[in-house]
């Protein structure tokens, strides 16, 4: 019997060894060392970003990387929603971000920001960055000293985040570069200068379906200049 509980003890230390040596083998040898490193997804956020933030090296081991730590420090970036980390053998490392969607650029006085569809800010515009591409809104608000947006009133962010919602659904977004939020009047205008204008209340998300199908129709007919307008009674007005 104590040859027997002898035995298994020897097996058990013997297994327990074995382990140890695979982990060592698996930790120190150059097999497994991430020199295939693939970084996906990632637009506004730098490549040598990603790679300076988790100190990634081709000679490190992909068994030396803490992957929950790394999507945690990702993930502090404001321009992040998510990111997905997975190894694949025997030296590779995968890396996909998923960017916050950018809504548009909010803009009073001299202060713009980049929001999300939400009307919440991810970031400062910079003033040597290329935003032609965004959608520009005219908004009253500021920002509290933990950069969070108050609106100058939250009827207007309400009204915003209903045009942001249509504007996203419908066939407007490369349609419409700018949106003026006003006391009683929304303004659209399109790159080529046309302007759609309708009330400050709570159509508006008719109004923008009405619009989808006028811009189709003027697309048709070639015009691209003038004012859509809304506010003279139930159906809309073109003025040239």
Known sequence: MKRLKKGALINIFILILIIIVLLYTLLNSNVFNSNKIKIEGNDKISKDYIIKSLDLREDKNIFMYNLKDMEKELKENKY??????????????????????????????????????????IDKVKKDEEIDNYLMIDIGYKLDKNNNIKFKKEKHKNNL??????????????????????EDYIRMYTPKGLEIVFLNNKNIEDNMKKTEAILIDLQSRKISKGTVDFTQGKNPIYMP
């Open 161 to 182: 985040l209903k045009v942001l919602k249509n504007i996203k659904s419908l066939t407007l977004y490369k349609k419409i570069n700018k949106v003026k939020i006003e």
């Open 80 to 121: 992040i929603e998510d990111v997905k980390l997975k190894r694949e053998f025997p030296n590779k490392l995968n890396i996909i971000i998923i960017e916050k969607e950018i809504a548009g650029i909010i803009q009073s006085d001299d202060l713009k920001c980049y929001i999300d569809n939400k009307c919440e800010f």
